[in-house]
């Protein structure tokens, strides 16, 4: 019988590439619908959880006002399975502690990116009151073993209420 268990490095190699492989593709969306899309620097996407900041236009009689909203986008997410980071692995602001103004799920069943108000989310969470006895639990807080982590996990369902858009996609990439 083959092992067919996966090792920690491979795991975060390809989390790694899968979540690079979802924020080109939002950049490459959002730039085709007329958005001005700049990376954050290394040390914006580390300290203030943001991957993007996007240009939004307002157009009023007087003047053109422009602004920049922060964007992290989460790829590889699932409708049965999305993790909320209030706390990171060394209990850090987490990125629903962020300074990103949107997080941005790609939802492979829906073939598209959902954008949620970070806020909303963390609103959502701060609501939550019970611990998670497995990872199986939904709406719960979950603490990894041996790390200093705080998330929730939840299903699309449960938030949808907050999701403020979607941008629909073709391809499976």
Known sequence: MSDTRITLR??????????????????????????????????????DHVDFWVDHKDINEQQKVSHYYGVDVKGNRHLDCIWLEIKNVLGNKGWLEGEAEYIVFDIKELKGFCFYRRTDLLEYCQKITKYAQSKED????????????????VKHKHIKHLQKGIIKYESNR
């Open 10 to 47: 491979e795991r975060l190699k390809n989390c790694k590439f899968e979540g690079n492989k979802a924020e080109d593709h939002f950049k490459q969306l959002m730039e085709a619908r007329g958005y001005f899309v700049l990376p954050a620097t290394k040390e914006q996407n580390i300290k």
């Open 138 to 153: 939904y709406n719960k807080f979950y603490t990894r073993s041996g790390r200093k982590d705080k998330l929730v996990k």
